[in-house]
Antibody, heavy 119, light 109 residues
Framework: QVQLVQSGAEVKKPGASVKVSCKASGYTFTSYGISWVRQAPGQGLEWMGWISAYNGNTNYAQKLQGRVTMTTDTSTSTAYMELRSLRSDDTAVYYC????????????WGQGTLVTVSS | EIVLTQSPATLSLSPGERATLSCRASQSVSSYLAWYQQKPGQAPRLLIYDASNRATGIPARFSGSGSGTDFTLTISSLEPEDFAVYYCQQRSNWPRDITFGQGTRLEIK
């Protein structure tokens, strides 16, 4: 069965960087893309960007351009999201998600990774 | 950026009642709109895609309608497990510039 399993919670200081992983299984990793979505405490969902696991092409949300980098490691079927120059308002649960079925919408999600930015 | 505005922010209803949730887009998204349900501590769950298609395993009491800028999610008869937060999401320029609505909280009256 399809699974997206994310790395564990992180606590970072302002100005630091964080790298969250998302390990995929149960499907052909390079045939689909991975998106990242975050959710600040008590807030809604915010799309961060997308990466093609086929060729590494990326699209990032404009507000995060220059601070976020998404990569994949096809040898381990793992996607990564790195966010730099962390601020307190980057505190959020970070999800990876994928469109695998015919729905063309996010039908599979990781369990989420809490990133806390605090001095 | 296409802005999605959901209403109401909170909807208080009783089990067995009908729920109607709205999502309005700042410009046309054609039928490229999805609805998700999220419960506390869980990832979102896809309910409806392309405005009116139920995702796999979603009960028939959930239905979606609309196109262009105005969309509706209807739950015909609320079950206790339906009380959650619901988000709409557009993908008109996939795979870039995806946006979500701010959510509607469906609470037990």
């Amino acid at each position: 069965q399809v699974q997206l399993v994310q790395s564990g919670a992180e606590v970072k200081k302002p100005g630091a960087s964080v790298k969250v992983s998302c390990k995929a299984s149960g499907y052909t990793f390079t045939s689909y893309g991975i998106s990242w979505v975050r959710q600040a405490p008590g807030q809604g969902l915010e799309w961060m960007g997308w990466i093609s696991a086929y060729n590494g092409n990326t699209n990032y949300a404009q507000k995060l351009q220059g601070r976020v980098t998404m990569t994949t490691d096809t040898s381990t079927s793992t996607a990564y999201m790195e966010l730099r120059s962390l601020r307190s308002d980057d505190t959020a649960v970070y999800y990876c998600a994928s469109v695998l079925g015919s729905s063309s919408s996010y039908d599979y999600w990781g369990q989420g990774t809490l990133v806390t930015v605090s001095s | 950026e296409i802005v999605l505005t959901q209403s109401p922010a909170t909807l208080s209803l009783s089990p067995g009642e009908r729920a109607t949730l709205s999502c309005r887009a700042s410009q046309s998204v054609s039928s490229y709109l999805a609805w998700y349900q999220q419960k506390p501590g869980q990832a979102p769950r896809l309910l409806i895609y392309d405005a009116s298609n139920r995702a796999t395993g979603i009960p028939a009491r959930f239905s979606g309608s609309g196109s262009g800028t105005d969309f509706t999610l209807t739950i015909s008869s609320l079950e206790p497990e339906d009380f959650a937060v619901y988000y709409c999401q557009q993908r008109s320029n996939w795979p870039r510039d995806i946006t979500f609505g701010q959510g509607t909280r469906l609470e037990i009256k």
